[in-house]
């Protein structure tokens, strides 16, 4: 029952989530992120990090601060996203986990946060 509920909750969450990544709605989209997702995902060190993968390499794209992630990163990536399955680390912790071609693939690290969820770096 717990699972059922938590999937459906997360279901909505992403489906609202992939509305605003589709519509490339960057304001709206920091709301569902953990303050510790920014800090991290925000830092010089990993956005020069991404950079150097493969795709933005190709592309000569440099993101310099977490708009350039979001525009060149999460919207092509994520747009699509459906969760398949949940895993529960505790009651706050949660994998939103996608199968691609026959193989487990993490979307989302999610925490709750008072009574909504975001996404978490953990």
Do not use: C, M
Not at 13 to 25: E, K, Q, T, V, Y
């Amino acid at each position: 029952e717990v699972y059922t509920r938590t999937f459906e909750e997360i279901g909505e969450f992403i489906d609202n989530l992939n509305l605003i990544i589709r519509n490339a709605d960057y304001e709206s989209w920091l709301t569902f992120l953990s303050e510790e997702y920014i800090r991290v995902t925000a830092d010089p060190v990993y956005l020069k990090d991404q950079s150097e993968k493969p795709l933005l390499k190709q592309a000569n794209i440099q993101l310099a601060d977490l708009r350039d992630y979001f525009t060149h990163v999460v919207v092509p990536s994520r747009t699509q996203a459906t969760v398949d399955e949940i895993e529960f680390l505790d009651e706050n912790h949660v994998k939103a986990i996608a199968v691609l071609r026959g193989t487990r693939v993490i979307l989302y690290l999610l925490e709750r946060d008072d009574s909504q969820w975001k996404i978490g770096v953990w």
